[in-house]
């Protein structure tokens, strides 16, 4: 072995690897949140927002402002390998995720409504609302397709981290287009058609990222 061949520094060459992995994954993750960001707002002013949007309790209206923060940031940044939170760290996140946007769609119900009657008026006059949330979430997964967000990492669970966001905004965007409070009809057709989305997405997530 020559005693005079230059070292090789095996940790900083892995150092430039992974950074010119973070800096190709940011080149994904910027112009997506852009035309996300901008598909958002066109249908928000196409389809109007709620009339009592800012007479809401400030304590919902900061909810639902939170919840974007996390669909459109942190759970893609997650899921993109951007940002890698510990297990504990991801675990909250989830969690965290998962209160807040219940919170922000539906609020404190005093009384939950029964099962039947959520039925019944899913079927009979939740069509509006379950179209619009349909309609976000495929544009959503659309996105996420061309913008390769399900294939930027080798596990197949990464995509769910970006499915759930899409989720998430689609139920955001439901409750600042509608300005119905009663949980029969939030419950029901707000977060039933989100929950909907959100299986859907992620099947079709997974076989995308399976594919390519």
């Known amino acids: 072995m020559n005693a005079n061949a230059p070292r090789i520094d095996a940790k900083a060459l892995i150092d430039e690897d992974l950074a010119a992995l973070q ?8 112009p997506a949140l852009v035309v996300a960001l901008g598909a958002l707002l066109l249908a928000a002013v196409l389809s ?3 009339g009592d949007m800012f007479s809401q309790p ?7 402002i939170a919840v974007w923060v996390q669909c459109l940031l942190v759970l893609p940044a ?4 951007l940002i890698f939170p510990g297990r504990a760290a991801r675990v909250g996140v989830v969690g965290l995720a998962a209160v807040t946007t219940l919170l922000a769609g539906v609020g404190m119900p005093t009384e939950l409504p029964s099962v039947t009657s ?3 008026h899913a079927v009979s006059d939740g069509f509006g609302c379950v179209a619009y949330v349909f309609g976000a979430g495929l544009a959503l997964l659309a996105l996420g397709y061309f913008s390769g967000a399900f ?11 970006v499915t759930a966001g899409i989720a998430m905004a689609t139920l955001d965007a439901v409750t600042w287009h509608c300005p119905a409070t ?13 929950v909907v989305i959100l299986v859907i ?6 076989v995308i990222h399976a594919r390519r």
Do not use: N
């Not at 190709?24 to 910027?30: A, D, L, M, Q």
């Not at 400030?58 to 639902?64: D, F, P």
């Not at 009663?182 to 989100?194: K, N, Y």
């Open 201 to 206: 997405t992620s099947v079709l997530a997974i």
């Open 48 to 50: 109007g927002v709620r």
């Open 78 to 81: 997650i899921g993109l390998g």
């Open 151 to 161: 294939v930027q990492r080798r596990r197949s669970q990464a995509v769910l981290w």
């Open 23 to 30: 800096q190709e994954r940011r080149r994904h993750f910027v």
């Open 58 to 64: 400030a304590w919902k209206v900061a909810l639902q």
């Open 118 to 120: 959520m039925v019944t």
């Open 182 to 194: 009663d949980p029969t009809h939030t419950i029901s057709t707000h977060v039933g058609a989100a």
